[in-house]
């Protein structure tokens, strides 16, 4: 089995070289494949002096899922790894990813770690019964595919600036298509730091326009999706209200918050049912890996 690991990243380039310290360290016989972004921090000049990565892809959009499609166009492996740039893996990972490739999983997920005092925190699978099919959630940030089911699935939905690894998630399960999960496949985040940016605000209307696209666009306008969507609404708008209630956000931000998620799943709902109608396979993809060629801006590529 020969692996590739795909790489993306933007304006991390601290963190995205302790990644590639740990694949040097656990996953050496890997073929290593990095995705800028268009990155200001010197990320470039830091992987062309590595004699540890295979590829460098260059791309302009500031796209996780335009950027993991690029890194999967130029992998040459038969099983395609995808791992977060602020991941380290852990001594296990590559064993276990080969183990259970070697064992018929045609893809296989595990769990994204974070350092707490006194240990490590570890979540457990996530799955779901939707409508008519059976989905467990992979890890975008922590996932291997068989090559052959990624050029099926063809990538990842580039319309998606959030949720590309949960619109997957739906569109394996309505190809019958198991993602395995195996805990021994842990890869451990790392915090980001101040030179980092810190982390970022969330954005309530692209939460909601992802999620009512991918939902709109994998299952249809049927009374489940509608359920679902304003299900994860309410949640975020008491828990929400509750920080309003503590002081930590004003009454003013929580309704502008408020129209951001209304706004957001219109539009996701109005995107998904259009998507919908342009790909009617189980596939489910107009944007993906084989709607464009023009994703790169620059390659090295040091492969003999």
């Known amino acids: 089995m020969e692996l590739s690991v795909v790489v993306p990243t933007l304006n991390g380039r601290d963190r995205l070289a302790a990644s590639l310290d740990s694949l040097a360290a656990h996953a050496s016989d890997a073929e290593v494949v990095v995705v800028n ?11 062309r002096d590595r004699d540890d990565v295979d590829v460098l892809v260059e791309i302009s959009a500031r796209n996780v899922n335009v950027a993991r499609n690029a890194g999967i166009e130029v992998a040459d492996g038969d099983v395609v790894a995808m791992l977060g740039y602020d991941h380290l893996i852990e001594a296990d990972w590559q ?19 974070r350092t707490v005092k006194g240990g490590a925190t570890s979540a457990e699978a996530e799955r779901r019964n939707i409508a008519d099919r059976s989905v467990t959630y992979l890890n975008g940030r922590n996932v291997a595919f068989r090559a052959d089911v990624l050029e099926d699935l063809d990538g990842f939905d580039e319309y998606l600036e959030t949720g590309g690894s949960r619109d997957a998630s739906h569109r394996l399960g309505g190809m019958n298509v198991e993602v395995v999960w195996r805990p021994e496949m842990g890869v451990r985040r790392q915090e980001p730091t101040a030179a980092d940016g810190g982390r970022e605000a969330r954005d309530w209307g692209w939460k909601y326009r992802a999620l009512a696209y991918r939902l709109t666009k994998n299952y249809g306008p049927r009374p489940t999706v509608v359920r679902r969507t304003l299900s994860h609404a309410a949640s975020d708008a008491r828990r929400t209200l509750t920080e309003v209630v503590r002081g930590e956000a004003t009454p003013s931000g929580w309704v502008g918050n408020g129209r951001d998620v209304v706004g957001g799943m219109a539009t996701g709902a109005s995107d998904g049912i259009v998507a919908r109608a342009k790909d009617r396979s189980d596939t489910r993809n107009p944007n993906g890996l084989t709607a464009r060629a023009d994703r790169a801006v620059a390659k090295y590529d040091w492969r003999e």
């Open 37 to 47: 972004g268009p990155s200001a921090d010197g990320t470039t000049g830091m992987v």
């Open 95 to 113: 064993t276990t990813v080969r183990d259970a490739v070697s064992t018929g999983a045609d893809v296989v997920t595990g769990p994204l770690r």
